[in-house]
């Protein structure tokens, strides 16, 4: 059985704020030590629920934050951005998939640092479901036939990965009061909870989540002048002064017209 774990950072144990996820502040040094240390308690539980090869796609940020001199053997780590399947690099050549420190999607209530690839997106659709990373994400593991067994995070990202894709295995690290603000769990209580409930969702049978094509692509961004570029992406059409749509036939090219839309409409 062939695993991807692809990692996050906002829903890592312990995170409540952006200096803690931030390369270059002080403090971001020792998260990315606890960050390490969940995506171990997931290869371990991999490997105890029957693994035969797992690859690790580090997903936060420029994707440069596992320390790999640290991580677990025999995992192998995509590292570094962009790569063809950004978060989820790896995901075509696995049987199943762990999210380890997923956040909520942006203007979710009550969720750690929420938000969808970056702050000047406020909403995603995939064929009129509401969707964040974690439903980008999924969806194009699914195209693959990869389903998402296991989500670690805050509350508020377990309920909506769990309303999107079904009964998965989850572990809730946190829960937030605020967007910068939690109760948070023990840490080594959440790493051996993470390497037990992994091994189970090596065992769980759990479908892919599979968008019927065509694929209809909504996102609302900020402000009109990012739509304004945002629309030198081919195939693009603005819908009003902040959302742009774009159709595809397969989940890879609308993932790939979503990174477009969000780096143009930011630069």
């Known amino acids: 059985m062939r695993v991807l774990i692809a990692v996050d950072m906002e829903g890592i144990s312990g995170v409540t704020h952006w200096d803690h996820v931030k390369p270059g502040h002080p403090e971001y040094t020792r998260f990315r030590e606890i960050m390490t ?17 797992i690859v690790v796609s580090d997903g936060h940020s420029e994707g440069r934050n596992l320390l790999i001199e640290k991580l677990h053997s025999p995992a192998r ?25 997923y956040h909520a999607r942006a203007n ?10 970056t702050d000047h997106v406020r909403h995603v659709w995939l064929n009129q479901q509401e969707v964040g990373e974690i439903g980008l994400n999924a ?12 989500i670690t995070g805050d509350l508020a990202a377990i309920q909506e990965a769990t309303e999107l894709l079904g009964p998965i295995e989850t572990v809730v690290v946190k829960t937030a009061s605020g967007r910068m ?3 948070c769990n023990p840490i080594e209580e959440m790493r051996i909870a993470i390497r037990h409930t992994a091994a189970h969702a090596m065992v769980r ?37 902040v ?3 774009w159709t595809g036939s397969d989940m890879v090219g ?14």
């Open 37 to 53: 240390e969940e995506v171990n308690a997931a290869i371990d539980g991999a490997l105890d629920g029957g693994a035969t090869s």
């Open 77 to 101: 780590l995509n590292s570094g951005s962009p790569a063809p399947l950004s978060m989820v690099q790896g995901a075509d050549h696995v049987d199943r998939v762990f999210f380890i420190g």
């Open 108 to 117: 979710t209530p009550d969720a750690i640092l929420c938000h969808t690839w």
């Open 139 to 150: 969806a194009v593991c699914g195209s693959f036939g990869a389903p998402i067994a296991l």
């Open 181 to 183: 603000a939690a109760e």
């Open 205 to 241: 049978q759990v479908a892919p989540y599979i968008v019927a094509a065509p694929i209809t692509l909504r996102v609302e961004l900020g402000r009109p002048d990012q739509i304004d570029r945002a629309l030198r992406v081919p195939g693009s059409t603005r819908v009003d002064g």
């Open 243 to 245: 959302t742009i749509e």
């Open 254 to 267: 609308v993932y790939h017209a979503f990174r477009a839309i969000t780096g143009l409409g930011g630069s």
